[in-house]
Antibody
Framework: QVQLVESGGGVVQPGRSLRLSCTAS????????THWVRQAQGKGPEWVAV????????YYAESVKGRFIVSRDNSKETVSLQMNNLRPEDTAVYFC?????????????WGKGTAVTVSS | DIQMTQSPSTLSASVGDRVTITCRAS??????LAWYQQKPGKAPKLLIY???RLQSGVPSRFSGSGSGTEFTLTISSLQPDDFATYYC?????????FGPGTKVDVK
């Protein structure tokens, strides 16, 4: 059974950085399109970023472009989300999710999420 | 940006009811639509992709239809486990967006 586990969430001040990680069991993340999706309290999900299985291609939501970077370390089978210059509106639960295709971006496996709070 | 809307925002129903949720896209997204179910404190769960394809393991009482700009999710006979919030999501380009959700609660 495929399971995704996110880590790295916490409380951080505005303007600071935080790095989230996603690891998997039951599947190799090295071969799968991987997304980050966030959800603020009481709101619907918001797609954040996606990286192709080989890390050669990535896309970002406009709300995070230029501040967030998604990367993968295939030697560690980990996908990370480096979040810089954080803002209060980035406060959310961040989910790692995988999808079967890079050209058709739906998500078929989700982690349980890690909470990020941006507050002074 | 492609904007997604859903109606109704809340739907009150009873076990055994047939339930229909509508999702609309701001422009033609062909068949590139997914539906998710989410329960409080949990991650979304994929139900339907490509507008009408049932994800493996999802009960057959769930079905999806539509194309272009208007789509529906139907639950043929609502079960106790189906009380949840449902989201649609387009993937017509590399910038997927979700709808605002439809909460199905107990009548």
């Amino acid at each position: 059974q495929v399971q995704l586990v996110e880590s790295g969430g916490g409380v951080v001040q505005p303007g600071r950085s935080l790095r989230l990680s996603c690891t998997a069991s039951g599947v190799s993340l090295n071969s799968i399109t991987t997304h980050w999706v966030r959800q603020a309290q009481g709101k619907g999900p918001e797609w954040v970023a996606v990286t192709s299985f080989d890390g050669d291609s990535e896309y970002y939501a406009e709300s995070v472009k230029g501040r967030f970077i998604v990367s993968r370390d295939n030697s560690k089978e980990t996908v990370s989300l480096q979040m810089n210059n954080l803002r209060p509106e980035d406060t959310a639960v961040y989910f790692c999710a995988t999808g079967p295709y890079f050209n058709y971006l739906y998500m078929d496996v989700w982690g349980k999420g890690t909470a990020v709070t941006v507050s002074s | 940006d492609i904007q997604m809307t859903q109606s109704p925002s809340t739907l009150s129903a009873s076990v055994g009811d047939r339930v229909t949720i509508t999702c609309r896209a701001s422009r033609n997204i062909r068949f590139w639509l997914a539906w998710y179910q989410q329960k409080p404190g949990k991650a979304p769960k994929l139900l339907i992709y490509d507008a009408s394809r049932l994800q493996s393991g999802v009960p057959s009482r769930f079905s999806g239809s539509g194309s272009g700009t208007e789509f529906t999710l139907t639950i043929s006979s609502l079960q106790p486990d189906d009380f949840a919030t449902y989201y649609c999501q387009h993937y017509d380009n590399h910038f997927p967006t979700f709808g605002p959700g439809t909460k199905v609660d107990v009548k």
